[in-house]
């Protein structure tokens, strides 16, 4: 039987709920506010390899495989730009708050704020939220003014204004 990709993610959030209150083995990838859990590394790892399995040319550009030294690439190919926990400091102490960078966006998408600015965020944080920001009539844009291309530079690092 063939999934669909809704099947899939629904399959992707079990897996995340199931370990929210599950204890956690904690890692730093960098400073001690930058944070990676199994869950985070097994479910992102779940999702490339189920979507390897059903779009064999796709290519994936995941939060913990670049962290784990893989290159983030722009390529013609359909990319898929995965985040498995946004927000992994919350998932971590069980909190809900908001302290995502795309829970943000959102909120301006709403309508629920004018705009947001966060600086020194990765394409990962971002490229769900700039689409629904941009389906909702906003606009992203770099701190020079310029609207945001998330798939314009190599480095996968930005600075957002919305
Ligand atoms: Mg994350």
């Known amino acids: 039987m063939k999934l ?4 899939y993610l629904f399959s992707f ?3 995340v709920k199931e370990a929210f209150f599950k204890e956690k083995t904690v890692e730093l990838k960098g400073s001690f506010a930058d944070l990676v859990t199994e869950t985070d590394q097994r479910v992102e790892k779940l999702i490339i390899d189920s979507f390897k ?6 290519k994936f550009i995941g939060e913990e495989s670049v962290a784990d030294g ?6 013609d190919d359909p990319t898929w730009i995965i985040d498995p926990i946004d927000g992994t400091s919350n998932f971590v102490h069980s909190v809900r708050a908001l302290g995502s960078a795309a829970v943000d966006m959102c909120m301006v998408a709403l309508g629920a704020g004018e705009a947001y600015v966060e600086y020194g965020i990765h394409v990962w944080d971002i490229a769900a939220a700039a689409l ?3 389906e909702a009539g906003g606009i992203v844009m770099d701190p020079s003014g310029i609207v945001l291309n998330v798939v314009s530079t190599n480095n996968n690092t930005h600075h957002i204004c919305l």
């Not at 399995?53 to 796709?58: A, D, G, L, V």
């Not at 893989?70 to 390529?75: A, F, I, M, P, S």
């Open 70 to 75: 893989h290159k983030c690439e722009w390529t």
């Open 4 to 7: 669909c990709v809704y099947q």
């Open 132 to 134: 629904i920001i941009t």
């Open 13 to 15: 959030l079990q897996e």
């Open 53 to 58: 399995e059903k779009y064999p040319t796709h």
